[in-house]
């Protein structure tokens, strides 16, 4: 059995990431070392205590949490829509109160330190949230993008929005830091945008499942029924998609690709524009930097992997 994933991940909890969270400590495949966070779904300070309160439920509160930037590199994003996640940012769940000590590193500070002590191409990042931590970790420390095996991305979209009619709401919340972050030539990038992770839904017969196996279950399932994001076949779980295709490779079809980001004051402000080649990879493993495009999903294959994996945790809270 290959050696589980060395596993950081840079987040905005958010009830899909929450799941992700979930699936990430439910998998012996990877090893989570660290979380990170910034500011998207909820305030920085909201997304610390999301994260701390989260891997106290499941059972992980040894993981260090550093909480990273509290805006955009350039601007501040202007909206009044509320937020589809609820007003805690967890559908309103509340959970225990934190027992572990928030890092007094800065998330950067943190990422670095991880890298400083890894092998090249040993560390995957899972980046769930906006990129201004990303973008700030590869400008203050280039000798360390060697160590990052892959950067998986959830964000972007070739098509619809969806806090624009053009814009992806991770890439629209800091579009200069993500186009700072596709540039980067060193990287290998995994992007898994709006177009396969709307079809990565979980629907009230799945969300039974999770609530009959176990209390963890109950909560997470609990936080996507308090999901605004729904559609006609359930709730979409984008950030979750994110570390089902670092569990396993073979749940989405990638296809090189480069990436640049609209980073104008106009309507098209967070667009992604995407162009492909024709080189297609199922499971990556490349090894090559550069940017690869989810294309497709095994939307069956999601699905099982995070109702075997994460309906199958059965840590309560204290």
């Not at 027992?99 to 002590?117: D, F, K, N, P």
């Not at 980001?261 to 309507?267: A, D």
Request: glycine letters at 10%.
């Amino acid at each position: 059995m290959a050696a589980p994933a060395r596993l950081i991940i840079d987040t905005d909890p958010g009830i899909d990431d929450a799941l992700a969270l979930a699936l990430a400590v439910a998998s012996p495949e990877v090893d989570l070392l660290a979380v990170t966070t910034v500011a998207g779904n909820a305030p920085v300070e909201d997304a610390t205590d999301n994260a701390l309160r989260l891997l106290r439920v499941l059972g992980r509160d040894d993981v260090p949490v550093a909480a990273g930037a509290n805006r955009a590199l350039v601007r501040i994003g202007m909206h009044n829509q509320p937020s589809p996640h609820g007003e805690n940012g967890l559908g309103g769940v509340e959970l225990p109160a934190p027992t572990s000590a928030l890092s007094e590193e800065h998330a950067v500070g943190l990422l670095a330190s991880v890298l400083r002590e890894a092998a090249p191409r040993s560390v995957t990042i899972a980046a769930i949230g906006p990129l201004t931590n990303i973008a700030l970790l590869v400008a203050m420390h280039p000798e360390l993008i060697d160590r990052i095996d892959k950067l998986v991305i959830m964000g972007g979209s070739t098509g619809r929005g969806n806090i624009t009619p053009v814009a992806e709401f991770n890439i629209w919340s800091d579009p200069e830091a993500a186009q700072r972050v596709f540039a980067c030539s060193h990287l290998e990038t995994w992007l898994l945008g709006l177009d396969v992770t709307r079809r990565s839904t979980l629907d009230e017969t799945a969300l039974a499942m999770l609530e009959a196996r176990s209390h963890t279950g109950s909560l997470l399932a609990t936080m996507i029924r308090g999901y605004g994001d729904i559609q006609a076949d359930g709730w979409p779980m984008h950030d979750a998609l994110v570390i089902a295709a670092i569990v396993d490779p073979a749940i989405v079809r990638l296809q090189t690709a480069t990436v640049e980001v609209e980073t104008g004051v106009g309507v098209g402000r967070g667009q992604t524009v995407c162009t492909l080649s024709g080189s297609f990879t199922t499971s990556g493993g490349s090894a090559t930097p550069g940017t690869r495009l989810a294309v497709d999903l095994d939307v069956d294959r999601f699905r099982a992997l995070v109702l075997t994996r994460v309906a199958g945790l059965a840590v309560a809270p204290a």
